[in-house]
């Protein structure tokens, strides 16, 4: 087990333990002292080697033994670095949490045989001490307008929404925060990208000749967590999103335009707090060449199209993958499976920017494996990587040849830092790989909310299941494909 994830199968293992080694405790001990529910209490001096004992809300107590104990701590541990809590909440808290579930199962408020306890302290336990609404900037977005003519905010599913900086996004943001962690939210003085926002809420006057600016497009993400780990993971889910949005917008296009990006790291934006105002969205890499064809100095620009995504288009064309990414970060039994697909799209809007093509092949053929690898070391990768494609894809597949050609290629930028290949042949390889992507992206979405696919590991069965049977490599002298890595 990681020091930080703690999975279901994690949380469900360690609190089995906790129960094995608890049971209402005996009529002989109904004389001891009874504190506040949750708290544990001895009999005697409370060494490593005693039992312990804890108040339920209905008054029973239950009797717990070192192991429970041990494995009731242990969890409490893993809670504290899963919701980083490092601040936020005492041992005492995280233990009464564990001891407050367990006790409903003893003393049958809870069945034994529910499923998914593991799922039901983590969420409890978030929801009471450790979840956060986190909101980040972005450009690049286009909201607008929806089917009223309106560009209102867009809610993509109950724990994510899209939309500009203004009062009805505020108002939305909120909402979702007094659902989500019991606060309202308010676009502070306390960040850069609400400065005018608040300027005009101040002083409205000096701000009459002058639109509302909304270039800037926020997204709200409820996360279990808090402070800085809240903010990680806001951030992974954000770039997923922005990378899934992208692939759907650019689907019958010949990906005229940059993936959107956060604002605040470097960016293509030439004026961040209003992206998109300036003449200049983004200036192009410009070099200056002197060559053997042409007398003197010549200028030669590299233009790339800024950030336009039509957001709500893309929402409506793919509900299905949104449906799935949005729960990337929600407790349930398709986390694992939508963190795939996030890890999918994050990688290939992250591959995008890269100016060299043999380092956008070596990211997307990375996503792709994302989707469908196993996610261990084993032999049979390269043959397992292309049979569970050409499932995927099916009559849209390509060759088993084209597919072995892309593993090799992402092989040599893995192994040994580039390619030998011409560029314009990385090119097309490229810009192949990006639409192997975008098309086993979508795929997966739909197959996996049509087949009703729970979790990753029926994914992987199916996927087997639908594959051609391994045939030889194609090609000759190219060694023993179906064992490389």
Known sequence: MSSEILTE??????????????????????????????????????????DAFVRTASGVVVRIAPAGRKAAAILARRLRAHLGLATGASDDDLLAEVLRLSCSVIDGTISPKTKNLGRLLLDQTARRLARSVVVLPLTGINLGPAADG???????????????????????????????VGAA?????????????????????????EPLDESVTVLAVVVDAVDMTATLRARQLAEGLLGALWLVDQRDAQWPCMPPTLLGAPTAAENPRSPGLEPDRALPIATLQADTRDRGTKAVPLF???????????????????????QAETPGGRQRLARRVLAACRLAALAEPQGAFDLQILHMVVALEALISDHEASSGVTDRFVRRLLGLLDSAAPTQGQLEALYDARSQVGHQGFSPSPLAHLADTASFALDLVRKAVL???????????????????????????????SGTGSGNRATRR
């Open 304 to 326: 790339v199209r800024a950030p336009a995504v039509n957001a709500r288009a893309a929402v409506e064309a793919q509900a299905e993958l949104f449906d799935l990414v949005s």
């Open 9 to 50: 199968q994690d949380a469900d293992f360690l609190f089995v333990q906790v129960i094995r080694q608890s049971h209402r405790a005996d009529r002989g001990d109904e004389g001891l002292f009874r504190p506040p529910v949750g708290v544990l209490f001895f009999d005697g001096p409370g060494g490593d080697e005693e």
């Open 443 to 473: 795929s997966i979405a739909v197959t996996s909310a049509t087949l009703q696919l729970q979790d990753d590991q029926a994914l992987l069965r199916w996927l087997d299941l639908a594959a051609p049977i391994s045939e030889p490599p």
């Open 150 to 180: 309106s560009c209102s905010p867009m809610a993509l599913s109950p724990r994510l929404l899209l939309g500009h900086v203004n009062e009805e996004t505020e108002a939305a943001i909120s909402a979702l925060a007094k659902r989500g």
């Open 185 to 209: 939210f308010r676009f502070s003085e306390g960040a850069w990208w609400t400065e005018d926002y608040n300027g005009r809420r101040r002083d409205p006057e000096s701000y009459e000749e």
